[in-house]
Structures are given as structure tokens and as C-alpha cells.
């Protein structure tokens, strides 16, 4: 079955660490998206990207890092610049206007 | 820019209430509009939609419709279910391929039996 697969489900960072997110899509969509969760902030997007070789920065790109070196694939990395990475991050994808599909999530924790 | 604003939960009912989640939103031009759900630990999942104003949305019992004239797009349920408890986000976008989903903040649905 066609999806967004994020991994890991759970990821612990250090101090001054940085961390890369993967999500990977076999959906054949051109655009993904990454987006934080917050409890009571809702869903704030990060990066985004329409084509592959191309992403643009969303509301909060600060601290973070995307590259889309393949349509299938759109990693996020969290580097040390990011001062509060704890949240659940979820990567979405879309042929278009309609139809987004979310993935499972990942929950970051600094330890 | 575009905005959307919904109620602040958490909502608390009994099986079987009625259940209304207020939604309004910002935007220029024709925005398409959802109702996205998601549960403990999970992704989200997408409710129901509606792309154009007097669109009716409706999906596991749940219903929202497209009110142009006050920017509005509230989720309601005629008897909910101890199962229907999660979170629940009203989101929009643009209708231009690949542009991103603005959400609200979420409301929380708590269930009883």
C-alpha cells in the first residue's frame, strides 16, 4: 500500500546535537511538507517542497535544515541553532491542491 | 496572511451529545477547507473536506459545511461516540497545487461513557 513512512517513532537528542528526521513517500507525489506540534499550537510548518531539487522555508524554518534530493524522500535535519527541538514532527505530501497524506510522526526529545 | 481559528477545547461530553466545533477562518480568494482528526501518538487523518463555498463535507457521521458569507466551517456530529475522542484540526489551503495546509490549534474531544 502507498504511504508516508517517518522514522524514527521516537528519537532522543543531546545538547548541541544534531539529528536528522527521515520521511520517505512511495506516493509519486511531488510536494511534502514537514510540520512541529506543539501541545496547544497546532500544526506549524517548517519547510516545504513543491519539486525535487527546490523546498522553500515555512513559518518556522529557524534550526533547521531539509534537502530533496529525491522525489521519493524528504529529510529533516534538527541542528544545534534550534534551542527547543522537543515536539512531534509529521511530514505530509500532496499531488496537488487536495488529498494530503500525513505520516505516523516523529516524537524528538533532548535529553 | 491566511489564518484559521478554532474553539479552544478540551470539549467534554456524554455517548451519544451532540457535538459542534467552531471553526472561521482568513484567506484570500477560495480557499479549500478540511477537518483533519488525529489520534493518541498518531498522524492525522483526514475527516472531511469541502473546496468551494455551500459545499457540504461529511464523513463517519460527521458533517461541516462551507459558509462563505461568515468565513466559517464548523464540524458537527449528531451522537458521539466514546471512540470519536481525539484531537481535531480545522486546516485550509489555497487552491494552487502544492501550496501548504495552514491549521488551527486544535481542539480536544473527550468522550464519556
Known amino acids: 500500500d502507498g504511504g508516508i513512512t517517518q522514522s524514527p517513532k521516537y528519537l532522543f537528542r543531546k545538547e548541541g546535537q544534531n539529528v536528522t528526521l527521515s520521511c520517505e513517500q512511495n506516493?509519486?507525489?511531488?510536494?511534502m511538507y514537514w510540520y512541529r506540534q506543539d501541545p496547544g499550537q497546532g500544526l506549524r510548518l517548517i519547510y516545504y517542497?513543491?519539486?525535487?531539487?527546490?523546498?522553500q522555508k515555512g513559518d518556522i524554518a529557524e534550526g533547521y535544515s531539509v534537502s530533496r534530493e529525491k522525489k521519493e524522500s524528504f529529510p529533516l535535519t534538527v541542528t544545534s541553532a534550534q534551542k527547543n527541538p522537543t515536539a512531534f514532527y509529521l511530514c505530509a505530501s500532496t499531488p496537488g491542491s487536495y488529498g494530503y497524506t500525513f505520516g505516523s510522526g516523529t516524537r524528538l526529545t533532548v535529553v | 496572511g491566511d489564518s484559521v481559528t478554532q474553539m479552544e477545547g478540551p470539549v467534554t461530553l456524554s455517548e451519544e451529545a451532540f457535538l459542534t466545533i467552531n471553526c472561521t477562518y482568513t484567506a484570500t480568494g477560495y480557499p479549500s477547507l478540511f477537518w483533519y482528526v488525529q489520534y493518541p501518538g498518531e498522524g492525522l487523518q483526514l475527516l472531511l473536506k469541502a473546496t468551494k463555498a455551500d459545499d457540504k463535507g461529511s464523513n463517519k457521521g460527521f458533517e461541516a459545511t462551507y459558509r462563505k458569507e461568515t468565513t466559517s466551517f464548523h464540524l458537527e456530529k449528531g451522537s458521539v461516540q466514546v471512540s470519536d475522542s481525539a484531537v481535531y484540526f480545522c486546516a485550509l489551503t489555497a487552491n494552487q497545487a502544492g501550496t501548504a495546509l495552514i491549521f488551527g490549534k486544535g481542539t480536544t474531544l473527550s468522550v464519556s461513557s
Open positions: 517542497s513543491q519539486i525535487v531539487n527546490d523546498f
Open positions: 506516493l509519486n507525489h511531488d510536494a
